[in-house]
Each structure stands twice: as structure tokens, then as C-alpha cells.
């Protein structure tokens, strides 16, 4: 069974611009996570979604939002990108809502801002 | 209160050791607490995770203690191996809130 798969791996953006980050989660898994990881704040959570309803949102400017398509797939958008903004952005998928379903996570977009 | 703070932020044991990583927490809201283990250029994985129902749990060499008094959570790694060699994070959820708070981590080295 395929992983969590998460397009591009890096990127590579200029102050002012946006970006769109994807994720295909496990086959089967209705909920997919974004967290943001830096080296000073570990993982810091940004949103969830289960069958395209945003269920919960982290402390993060609207800049940054995301949406879930009917196959599950997600994508994460950060509008006027800032120096800050750069991090790797990681997305988690599991089975079901509950706590003890496991987040199983891809290997992350690294995005740097210049 | 949505915090939880692990230490050591990082970890030498020898090959065959026990390493040690701590983690706590004020939100007694959260009632599942997983590890994860993190390999660079790779996600986090997770490791194994506990209930506050439960004192103890042991997988193969890693064991995770839960004192719910004093909520504080740790993570054992009996016979410490060069391949543990990883970033270790705790974490903590809550019922309803379809969210992780994460531990900064811990960077540990096992040598060989």
C-alpha cells in the first residue's frame, strides 16, 4: 500500500509570492493533517480535514489555508509568503476520526522563502 | 496549557543503554499520548502511544510510563541501538479536537 505522498518535495519561493502544497493520503484514510515543522518550535499543527470539512485550525494567520477534494486528496495554499514561512510542511493521513487511529505521515515539502 | 515540554533536547547513550526521554503536560483534556520517531529527510512515524488509564506500556524495547498525578509521560528505550538513532517527539491529544500537540523533540544518538 502506497504511503502518504506529498508534492513537490522542495521549493523554493521569493518574499510576496504564494504557494500550493499537495498531499495524496493512504488509500482509504478520510482524514488528512498539516503541520508545520521548524527547528525551533518542533510540529506545530495547522488543520484537519475528514470528508472536505475543515474540523479544526491551528494558530496560524490566514494566509494560510487548505481544502480537501472528494478523493481525500489535499492541498495546503500560503498566501504572501514570508521569510518566517519557511519550514517543512508535513501532511498526516489516517483511517478515521478517533484518537487511537494512527497520523501515518509523508516525507514532507521543505519550503524555503527568500 | 496546550503545551507539552520534552527533555532532553538531545541524548548520548552507548551502544546497549537506556535512553531516556521525559515529557509534560497541563491540559488534563489530553488522553492519548503517542511517540513518534522522526529519521532525517522522513516523516515522523509513529513509534507507540498510551491511554492515561494505562501505568505502562511496553512494545519490544520501548516502553512508554504514564504517571496521570503528576502528568508527566516518558519514553524508555531498553538496549539502545546506533539504528535508534533519530528525533524522538511526544505528543498529546484530546477527544474532539482532531489535533497533535507536539513535544520540541529530542535528538537522540546511539553509539556504537
Known amino acids: 500500500k502506497a504511503g502518504v505522498t506529498q508534492t513537490p518535495r522542495y521549493l523554493i519561493k521569493t518574499r510576496g509570492q504564494q504557494v500550493t502544497l499537495s498531499c495524496s493520503p493512504i488509500s482509504g484514510h478520510r482524514s488528512v493533517s498539516w503541520y508545520q515543522q521548524t527547528p525551533g518550535q518542533g510540529l506545530q499543527f495547522l488543520f484537519e480535514?475528514?470528508?472536505?470539512?475543515?474540523?479544526n485550525k491551528g494558530n496560524f494567520p490566514g494566509r494560510f489555508s487548505g481544502r480537501q477534494f472528494s478523493n481525500s486528496r489535499s492541498e495546503m495554499n500560503v498566501s504572501t509568503l514570508e521569510l518566517g514561512d519557511s519550514a517543512l510542511y508535513l501532511c498526516?493521513?489516517?483511517?478515521?476520526?478517533?484518537?487511537?487511529?494512527?497520523?501515518?505521515f509523508g516525507n514532507g515539502t521543505r519550503l524555503t522563502v527568500t | 496549557q496546550q503545551q507539552v515540554k520534552q527533555s532532553p533536547q538531545s541524548l548520548i547513550v552507548q551502544k546497549g543503554g537506556i535512553s531516556i526521554i521525559n515529557c509534560a503536560y497541563e491540559n488534563t483534556a489530553f488522553d492519548y499520548f503517542p511517540w513518534y520517531q522522526q529519521f532525517p529527510g522522513k516523516g515522523p512515524a509513529l513509534l507507540i502511544a498510551i491511554r492515561p488509564d494505562v501505568s505502562e506500556k511496553k512494545e519490544g524495547r520501548f516502553t512508554i510510563s504514564f504517571n496521570k498525578s503528576a502528568k508527566q509521560f516518558s519514553l524508555h528505550i531498553m538496549d539502545s541501538q546506533p539504528g535508534d538513532s533519530a528525533t524522538y517527539f511526544c505528543?498529546?491529544?484530546?477527544?474532539?479536537?482532531?489535533?497533535?500537540?507536539f513535544g520540541t523533540g529530542t535528538r537522540l544518538k546511539v553509539l556504537a
Open positions: 498526516a493521513s489516517s483511517l478515521y476520526a478517533g484518537l487511537e487511529s494512527p497520523l501515518h
Open positions: 480535514y475528514f470528508s472536505e470539512t475543515q474540523r
Open positions: 505528543a498529546a491529544s484530546a477527544v474532539g479536537t482532531y489535533k497533535y500537540i
